[in-house]
Nanobody, 119 residues
Framework: VQLQASGGGLVQAGGSLRLSCVVS????????TGWFRQAPGKEREFVAA????????AYADSVKGRFTISTDIAKNTVYLDLNSLKSEDTAVYYC?????????????WGQGTLVTVSS
């Protein structure tokens, strides 16, 4: 299983970005997929996850109401829409996939994509 994340960049505070993650699997609906981020000098943290072909989703409190996770099963792609960005959202964002919807551990990870929010 391979994951390819893209869409990061430099954006001003209050702006928006869309991150994409293409997952090389037969049927994306069989996996839980998530986004994590790691800011400089900090530990990696959970951002959002989606499962059951989009019927289930969860968000970290810090992004709830500003970020939206979605999936296009036909394209094997998971998206993360980042809105109302703040400087504290600056981080490398990683996508990941888990075989089990109920597992906390993710089995596969993609490379990161850097999001930089300027104030």
């Amino acid at each position: 299983v391979q994951l390819q994340a893209s869409g990061g960049g430099l954006v001003q505070a209050g702006g928006s970005l869309r991150l994409s993650c293409v997952v090389s699997v037969r049927f994306l609906g069989d996996y839980k997929t998530g986004w994590f981020r790691q800011a400089p000098g900090k530990e990696r943290e959970f951002v959002a996850a989606i499962w059951w072909s989009g019927r289930g989703a969860a968000y970290a409190d810090s992004v709830k109401g500003r970020f939206t996770i979605s999936t296009d099963i036909a394209k094997n792609t998971v998206y993360l829409d980042l809105n109302s960005l703040k400087s504290e959202d600056t981080a490398v964002y990683y996508c990941a996939a888990a075989v089990s919807t109920w597992a906390e551990k993710y089995d596969y990870w993609g490379q990161g994509t850097l999001v930089t929010v300027s104030s």
